[in-house]
């Protein structure tokens, strides 16, 4: 089945540095989500891509939908404490009937 | 706007009990899913429902059973349960290409 793969795993960075962070795919995708995972919480819905090659924002946060419709990567600007949890890529499966999600990537934000 | 409400918020179960998670979404969404959240792991999808009346099986379902009672509600269901299905339940609900997820279940099998 189709699988979406993130990387890194995890990052610990210090506060007000960027971030980046990426997934990819064996599988073309039509659109691509991110999702963040606060401690304790549900996902929450960040960026919604649909286009290949789209460039999209959110605040600080900044996503790409990759011109080979295999990835899509998402970045953090000047990053704070707030933006530490668990950020998931996800997209629909070819009959978009379900959502099939990443591995996720933890971060961990040092003040 | 409740969105996606999902009871109880806790549970502690001794193996072989049973028991039925509650989802509810006010969104008028088609598709609902039910996905758990092991430590340290993404989500796995168990089961999911397309529409009122279908359900179908995800990567996980041994184990669960699922009800889609109506168009608002989609139940999940431990017949017997074992420590391994110690996990974070999450239930979400899709107008199509997106999903909006309640804020989980924490079950506990001992």
């Known amino acids: 089945g189709q699988q979406l793969n993130q990387s890194p795993q995890s990052m610990f960075i210090q506060e007000g540095e960027d971030v980046s962070m990426n997934c990819t795919s064996s599988?073309?995708?039509?659109?691509w989500l991110w999702y963040k995972q606060d401690p304790g919480e549900g996902p929450v819905l960040l960026i919604a891509?649909?286009?290949?090659?789209e460039l999209t924002s959110n605040g600080r946060l900044t996503a790409q939908f990759g011109i080979t419709r295999k990835d899509s990567f998402l970045n953090i600007s000047a990053s704070i404490p707030s933006d530490v949890g668990i950020y998931f890529c996800?997209?629909?499966?070819?009959?978009?009937?379900?959502?099939?999600f990443g591995t996720g990537t933890r971060l961990l934000v040092s003040p | 706007n409740a969105g996606v409400t999902q009871t109880p918020k806790f549970q502690v179960l001794k193996t072989g009990q049973s028991m039925t998670l509650q989802c509810a979404q006010d969104?008028?969404?088609?598709?609902m899913y039910w996905y758990r959240q092991d430590p340290g792991m993404g989500l796995r999808l168990i089961y999911y429902?397309?529409?009122?009346?279908?359900?179908d099986k995800g990567e996980v379902p041994n184990g669960y059973n699922v009800s889609r009672l109506n168009k608002r509600e989609f139940s999940l269901r431990l017949e017997s349960a074992a420590p391994s299905q110690t996990s974070v339940y999450f239930c979400?609900?899709?107008?199509?290409?997106?999903?909006?997820f309640g804020q989980g279940t924490r079950l506990t099998v001992v």
């Open positions: 979400a609900s899709s107008p199509g290409s997106q999903a909006f």
């Open positions: 429902s397309a529409s009122e009346g279908t359900t």
């Open positions: 891509l649909y286009k290949a090659g």
């Open positions: 969104m008028n969404h088609n598709s």
């Open positions: 599988s073309i995708f039509n659109t």
């Open positions: 996800a997209g629909p499966n070819t009959g978009f009937q379900k959502l099939v």
